[in-house]
């Protein structure tokens, strides 16, 4: 029975690099470093963090190649590396502190109108100084995520992880997954939706 | 917020990416052909998802990507070149 999960690019240049081919390595490299960058990016805030876990995560990850046995795609693999690299770097740094989302937190108050203001992406090229502004948003918002929340949103909704994936590459359960990715969105939503408001709705 | 809303807030996003069953997809789905509150709930944080999504990726700066793959051709130089 083939047990091999990895895509057959994978499989052959994980085949080459157990060979000790050094072209192999440095393809599976750009395979993945721009999304483990921006993975890592996300995750701690600096572009020094962000290339410790990209190097962290790849050198774990060739280390530990010999004994892969493609029974999950690499790229979930190179991920839940990346995910525990991240938990250890924030486990040395304690930057930022555990904090519980709760849903009640994110109830409209009896009576009150909620309306939240989540600008319009647009391809008009007027826009590109607020699509800039809107990024720079988003990743104040993302990077002020309690760490927990951060870790799901940046699996399930920017890396596109399943809700199975993502629990089975960070050892939680599905509900885990999905009470934590629906309080970050709600966090996110109010966290840019505020700063519009406060800005005078110019989205 | 009415207490039939409240009983749906927090399956909003299982709503969202189709991982509820039928049957509370089909409540939620009548729910919100009654409720404009909750459809402008699930409207705006649908858009939150697709802006979150859709935003460009940094580039990794060239100096970090030479750093990358030198500690790498470094660290894995015995595999690479293996002595006799």
């Known amino acids: ?203 | 917020m009415h207490k039939e809303c409240k009983k749906y807030f927090g399956k909003i996003s299982q709503y969202l990416d189709g991982e509820l069953d039928a049957q509370s997809c089909e409540k939620i789905r009548q729910h919100l052909l009654a409720c404009p509150e909750c459809r402008h709930c699930v409207d705006s944080l649908r858009k939150t998802i697709d802006i979150c999504r859709n935003m460009p990726k940094e580039k990794i700066p060239e100096e970090i990507r030479k750093n990358l793959l030198q500690t790498l051709r470094d660290a894995f130089s015995d595999k690479f070149n293996p002595k006799s």
């Not at chain 1, 800039?132 to 104040?140: G, N, R």
């Open chain 1, 1 to 203: 029975m083939n047990l091999i999960k990895t895509d057959d690019t994978d499989h052959r240049l994980i085949t080459q690099f157990k060979k000790g081919s050094v072209e192999a390595m440095e393809k599976i490299v750009k395979r993945y470093e721009e999304s483990l960058f921006n993975f890592g990016l996300r995750m701690c805030g600096q572009m020094q963090d962000a290339e410790d876990i990209m190097q962290d995560t790849f050198l774990n990850a060739f280390k530990g190649l010999e004994n892969f046995r493609e029974e999950t795609k690499l790229r979930n693999w190179l991920f839940r590396i990346a995910a525990h690299a991240c938990l250890r770097k924030r486990r040395k740094k304690k930057f930022q502190p555990d904090r519980e989302l709760p849903l009640d937190s994110f109830l409209p108050r009896e009576g009150a109108d909620v309306k939240f203001e989540i600008p319009d992406l647009s391809s008009d090229p007027a826009k590109e100084l607020l699509r800039s502004e809107l990024k720079q948003v988003i990743d104040d918002a993302v990077r002020s995520l309690p760490p927990k929340y951060k870790l799901v949103f940046n699996l399930r909704d920017m890396e596109g992880f399943s809700t199975e994936e993502t629990a089975e590459m960070l050892g939680i359960s599905l509900q885990s997954v999905k009470t934590r990715l629906h309080r970050a969105r709600l966090y996110l939503r109010e966290s840019i939706s505020n700063h519009y408001k406060d800005d005078g709705g110019h989205a």
